[in-house]
Every structure is written in structure tokens, then in C-alpha cells.
């Protein structure tokens, strides 16, 4: 072991900020993280993984957070190999927790190894998490094993894999959009993603059917409330035409007017 134990010590110390960051609030958490993964990009490469190994020891909240540093020394082949090898650790919820790092870091350099994992993982959260992970990345090298599911998704994928195809929006999953968009016993929030998907790829009935959705009401009965799909709609449209958008109820319903007057005339 190659362990520079004035890094060791430094990581130890960036590592448990990051786990005693997690009982604060989102924003603190934030402003931790940035300060930590700053701290990290100055360290030295050398010695790097051997003396963040030494860092984590046997502490479980330390090896959860290493993900964050580890992402940041991707430029080495040695990092990639150890995230690569552990894509298949026994551990499930390990596994399930980097694949879904690799989507929000983005680390591009390991989308190659999520198809093995959207195929054959066999944890459907793993698979799941692998599948987003692919949309996120737009990683095309992912699009045969998403097609392939998309043949005959199984039902705890469906969702997963219209998102992600939604994002990547190739030609050839025109069939499966039109499958599910057509699907009046399919869920609406995934009709409008398909929809996304189909008026990404140049479909204008989809479109108007999103356009139309921005004003899909809540329904609500003295008991219940089943929240519309206005946001996601909206989101969609304004994806699409590279408008601002603002997840956001009031923000939505001050601007869909005038979104669906655009959309409209763009139809036309």
C-alpha cells in the first residue's frame, strides 16, 4: 500500500464532513459538498486511491461518500477499474448507490459498463437506476440494451425505460412511443412522456396533446386530492421548444397561455 498518510488523514477529515452534512438541510449540504469536493480536486493524483482506501478503513458512512470524491479523480484509469469492478459487488444496495452516481455525476467514462447492468443485474433497482443513468448520460452506447427491453418491458421497467429513451430520442423507438402514447388504459404520466419522446422526434399530434395537458386540472373530492399532470406537460412543451421553464405550479399558470399560443401557432 502506496497510502500518503497526510492524505489519508486530509480524506478522513473530508469524508466525515460530508456524512455529518447529511442530518442538515438541503442548501447546507450543498454548500459542505462544494467545499469538500473543491478541497479534494487539490489533492495530489498519486497514491489517490490507495490513500482514500486507507481514509474509508471499515466505516460505512465514509465508503458511502468516497463515491463523491472518487468521481473526481475519474481522469485515472485506476478509478474507473475500482468503480467498474464494483458495479459488481455483491452488496445491493452499494451497487444500486454508485449506478445512480454515475448518472448524477456524470461520469460519461462509465456509461459502457450499464449495459451489462440494465440487462442482466439481478436487482430491479439496480437495473432501474442503471437505466436512468443512460438517459441522463445520453449514452448511446446504452440504446441496444434499452431497445431490446423495450421489446417487452418488464412492468417494474416500463416507466424507467420510456424516460430514458425519452431523453436519448432515437428514431427507432418511434414505435414504442406511439405504443404507449396510443394506450388509453397506460398511466398519463407516462403517455406524456411518450408523447415528449414522439414530439421530440418531430410528431406535432403529440405536441398539441401536450400543449393541452398543460391544463390538465387536479381532481379533488372531500377525501382525496389526485394531482393533474400541468407541470409535467408544461415541462415538456417547454422542453421542447427551449423555453424557461420553473417546476413550479404558479410559475406554470402565469406562462401557459402564452406557451400554448406559441405552441399552437407552431403547429399551424
Known amino acids: 500500500m502506496n497510502a500518503d498518510k497526510n492524505i489519508v ?34 489533492l495530489p493524483c498519486d497514491c489517490f486511491l490507495d490513500s482514500l482506501d486507507g481514509a474509508v478503513g471499515k466505516s460505512k458512512s465514509r465508503r458511502r461518500e468516497s463515491v463523491y470524491l472518487l468521481s473526481e479523480f475519474t481522469q485515472l484509469p485506476e478509478v474507473i477499474a475500482r468503480l467498474g469492478e464494483e458495479f459488481k459487488n455483491p452488496d445491493v444496495s452499494w451497487r444500486h448507490w454508485l449506478v445512480q452516481i454515475v448518472g448524477h455525476r456524470n ?25 436512468w443513468s443512460a438517459g441522463r448520460l445520453k449514452a448511446d452506447c ?15 421497467l416500463r416507466s424507467a425505460i420510456t424516460w430514458s429513451l425519452k431523453d436519448l430520442a432515437p428514431t427507432n423507438a418511434k414505435e414504442y412511443f406511439e405504443r404507449i ?3 388509453a388504459s397506460a398511466e398519463k404520466q407516462e403517455r406524456i412522456v411518450a408523447a415528449w419522446g414522439l414530439a421530440k422526434l418531430g410528431d406535432k399530434s403529440s405536441l398539441g396533446f401536450l400543449v393541452e395537458m398543460m391544463f390538465d386540472p387536479d381532481k379533488r373530492t372531500p377525501r382525496s386530492c389526485t394531482p393533474g399532470q400541468s407541470l409535467r406537460a408544461a415541462q415538456a412543451v417547454c422542453d421542447i421548444k427551449g423555453w424557461q421553464f420553473q417546476w413550479n ?3 406554470v399558470q402565469t406562462h401557459r397561455n402564452e406557451w400554448r399560443k406559441l405552441a399552437l401557432a407552431g403547429l399551424n
Open 9 to 42: 488523514a486530509k480524506l478522513r477529515e473530508l469524508l466525515d464532513r460530508l456524512a455529518d452534512s447529511r442530518k442538515l438541510s438541503n442548501d447546507e449540504q450543498e454548500q459542505i459538498h462544494d467545499a469538500v469536493i473543491a478541497e479534494t480536486r487539490s
Open 142 to 156: 446504452c440504446l441496444p440494451s434499452l431497445m431490446k427491453l423495450a421489446e417487452n418491458p418488464p412492468d417494474e
Open 181 to 183: 402514447f396510443l394506450d
Open 249 to 251: 405550479k404558479t410559475f
Open 107 to 131: 461520469l460519461k467514462q462509465l456509461a459502457s459498463q450499464l449495459p451489462p447492468i440494465i440487462e442482466n443485474d439481478p436487482d430491479m433497482l439496480c437495473r432501474k437506476a442503471a437505466i
